[in-house]
């Protein structure tokens, strides 16, 4: 059996890993680039997308699934194998992805340039629908001379780490871990050893504060804000982090932690996730599924409102405080939030609140690096807002809960992670006398 990383190689996004034996192929998440490196979607996968058999998704964030259109398009034929949710949520993030594009392509026209063509368009989105196929949590599976897995990774709803067996030996790919300090979510389930994990280290160099600390001072920034009258804003994941801090909002208004204000979520893409969770609440932890067992929504703050629109989009800016706006993108790397902060990021009763990675040269690591003064739409605007950033809130394992999910394997190969992070995850696995090493794009690694 033979592994070869063909994304997040010493990068965060991209996840794409070929396992091969006895002249099969198996694919381990088809994922874009994002940020700084969206530029390499569009070039050669590294392998022929025909000769693949089967293709096998960790779970639907955009950065596991978003080249799937590409895949097939690029002559793939079979079956994408996913869980229940994954399923659900995957043609949101999608058609969303679709969407951006073509935006893209619009302003470029607009401005008198020759856009590039599309990566893949809806044709190929629709194609994809049909192939899609479901996988139950915990049940193994054959595919060729494989044995496949999934379990419980925790950092989704339905997300899951992948166990390939064949020729008596055992791959494990963690896909991402979740954070298991949290209470949306089940903690991630423990892998049998293997003879080689394949494994993420987004955040490879820190362990997590404790949690209550994170909510505490979640509940701090919130009270002493809207207190002020002021506004606070929060860059999030539509997919599961939005979600999240909806849990918090109403478990600390219920608490009265927090007065109760008018919560905007400004992404239509966030409502139609939203609106997939009750269908899925079988992957939730106890906690939320005892809320739904009431009759309660786990995730509806008591002055929740969806907006749709653009123009309600805008409106929301002419708002007086306080109240919180939650929109994308979690990176600060375009969408809606950008226009709030360029009409928030100047008064100094408002906050901003970072729950999620940043990537380095982006927007939100030039506020977290204290800038006076950032570009934004052409112009520049002055940073008076403070910046808060909460990394309790990420939804992937610290250092520390990947040393413990790792107890017991011998051989690691590192992925998905900045390659500095990467690097000391290894350097504390060498300590315990765990061969670990940096996985690198297009080097078979044999099992």
């Known amino acids: 059996m033979r592994l070869t990383p063909y994304g997040a190689a010493k990068t965060v996004t991209g996840s794409c890993h070929l396992v091969e034996y006895q002249n099969y192929r198996l694919l381990l998440d088809c994922g874009a680039y994002q940020g700084s490196e969206d530029d390499r979607n569009n070039e050669p996968f590294g392998f022929e997308p025909a000769t693949i058999d089967a293709v096998v998704i960790s779970h639907a964030h955009h950065d596991h699934i978003g080249r799937l259109p590409l895949l097939i398009r690029r002559g793939y034929k079979g079956r994408v194998y996913t869980t229940r949710p994954t399923q659900l949520f995957l043609p949101v993030i999608l058609e969303d992805s679709l969407h951006l594009m073509s935006e893209e392509r619009d302003r470029l026209v607009r401005k008198g340039k020759q856009p590039p063509p599309l990566n893949w368009d809806e044709a190929d989105l629709r194609e994809l629908y049909t192939r899609l196929e479901v996988i139950p949590l915990e049940q193994s599976l054959e595919f060729g001379p494989f044995q496949v897995r999934l379990g419980d990774a925790g950092h989704l709803p339905g997300s899951a780490f992948i166990e390939v067996r064949a020729g008596g030996k055992r791959l494990v790919f963690s896909g991402d871990l979740g954070h298991g300090a949290k209470e949306v979510l089940p903690d991630p389930k423990d892998a049998a050893p293997a003879d080689l994990a394949l494994c993420e280290g987004t955040y490879g160099d820190r362990s997590h504060r404790p949690f209550p600390e994170t909510i505490a001072e979640f509940a701090h920034i919130l009270s002493e804000t809207l207190g002020k009258g002021g506004k606070v804003f929060i860059p999030s994941f539509a997919l599961e982090r939005t979600q999240e801090i909806l849990f918090y909002l109403r478990d600390l208004e219920e608490k009265r932690q927090i007065p109760s204000v008018p919560v905007f979520v400004d992404s239509p893409m966030a409502s139609r996730i939203s609106d997939i969770y009750p269908s899925v609440r079988e992957y939730f932890s106890e906690e939320v599924q005892a809320l739904y067992r009431q009759g309660r929504d786990p995730f509806r703050p008591r002055g929740l409102e969806y907006t749709q629109s653009v123009e309600d989009s805008k409106a929301l800016n002419e708002l007086e405080g306080p109240l919180v706006i939650i929109a994308g993108s979690g990176m600060l790397a375009g969408g809606r939030i950008l226009h709030h902060l360029r009409h928030g990021l100047p008064e100094e009763n408002n906050a901003l609140v970072i729950i999620g990675y940043q990537p380095r040269g982006g927007l939100g690591r030039l506020l ?66 765990t061969r670990a090493f940096l996985a690198e794009w297009g080097q078979a690694i044999e099992i």
């Open 368 to 433: 977290i690096e204290g800038a006076q003064r950032v570009r934004m739409f052409g112009e520049d605007v002055p940073v008076r807002a403070r910046t808060h950033t909460l990394g309790g809130f990420s939804g992937h394992a610290g250092q520390d809960e990947l040393l413990r999910w790792l107890q017991g394997e011998q051989r690691v190969a590192l992925v998905h992670g900045e390659a500095d992070k990467l690097e000391i995850l290894r350097q504390k696995l060498e300590q315990r006398n």
